[in-house]
């Protein structure tokens, strides 16, 4: 099903994206192939200037947010602030927030964040940063804080689980 007309930036970018990747022209006023040619470019790391692009020129916040969302566990830490910028203000909080939760995760996994500081902080973690701490974090201290402290059984379960 076919949206609206998008603005000749969109079309700009995924012409551009369309290029990189070797692909035909696509209807760009639907919102289904924009998210199928999105996900191509998600897997091609010389298409992300032009993905970054199309996603600061998307329409539909919904989709961008999702693009968004995918991209930045495939990014550097240092640049996933430039994709959250790049989403509309009114959809930016999703983003904010899985930008810092995979700092946070990196930060477990290095042993960045002192282990003896977790049980203050899983609170305020949201289920999917405890069950991915659960499932990735090595630290007996984190694991064992989550295993007694996480939100749902299956975080529990799962921290319990890895701790053998």
């Not at 639907?30 to 993905?51: C, I, K, M, Q, V």
């Not at 700092?103 to 977790?118: I, P, Q, Y």
């Not at 899983?122 to 991915?132: A, H, V, Y």
Request: glycine letters at 8%.
């Amino acid at each position: 099903m076919a949206d609206a007309e998008p603005p000749a930036e969109l079309r700009d970018a995924l012409r551009l994206l369309e290029e990189h990747l070797g692909r035909s022209r696509s209807d760009a006023s639907d919102g289904h192939a924009r998210w199928e040619l999105y996900r191509a470019a998600l897997e091609s790391d010389t298409a992300r200037p032009a993905l970054l692009a199309a996603v600061a020129a998307e329409p539909d916040g919904a989709l961008a947010s999702g693009v968004v969302g995918e991209a930045l566990e495939r990014l550097p830490r240092s640049e996933r602030g430039a994709w959250v910028e790049a989403l509309a203000p009114e959809v930016r909080a999703f983003g904010e927030r899985r930008a810092r939760e995979l700092a946070t995760l990196e930060d477990l996994r290095s042993g960045a964040v002192a282990a003896e500081r977790v049980p203050e902080m899983i609170d305020d973690w949201s289920d999917w940063l405890q069950l991915r701490a659960a499932t990735e974090a090595g630290d007996g201290a984190v694991l064992r804080a989550l295993a007694a402290s996480g939100r749902t059984k299956r975080i529990r379960r799962t921290a319990a689980e890895a701790l053998g």
